[in-house]
Nanobody, 114 residues
């Protein structure tokens, strides 16, 4: 079992920045993918960015303003979001995956005002 706790969401004006954090605990050595998804009102949950166990990262095409990083010593993954746009408004979910299961955090709201 893997547990994920997010923090760092909030309200920001367009053009601003936020950094989301996700602390993983439990059977973290089983994780082969760790990252972020988001879900805007009325839309499906979509991948934002993820990092694999080999260190490779994958980003959605719409988020070249975001940077994913990982601190292994803290079991934490960060999503630095710059030049935020109103269309980035969503609930952001930390996500982890092992060979058997997908895990989700509780979500953190990001609201970007125009």
């Amino acid at each position: 079992q893997v547990y994920l706790v997010e923090s760092g969401g909030g309200l920001v004006q367009a053009g601003g920045s936020l950094r989301l954090s996700c602390v993983a605990s439990g059977n973290i050595f089983s994780i082969n993918k760790l990252g972020w998804y988001r879900q805007a009102p009325g839309k499906q949950r979509e991948l934002v960015a993820e990092i694999s166990s080999d260190g490779s990262t994958h980003y959605a095409d719409s988020v070249n303003r975001f940077t994913l990083s990982r601190d292994n010593a803290k079991n934490t993954v960060y999503l630095q979001m710059d030049s935020l746009k109103p269309e980035d408004t969503a609930v952001y979910y930390c996500h982890a995956e092992d060979v058997a299961k997908r895990y989700w955090g509780q979500g953190t709201q990001v609201t970007v005002s125009s």
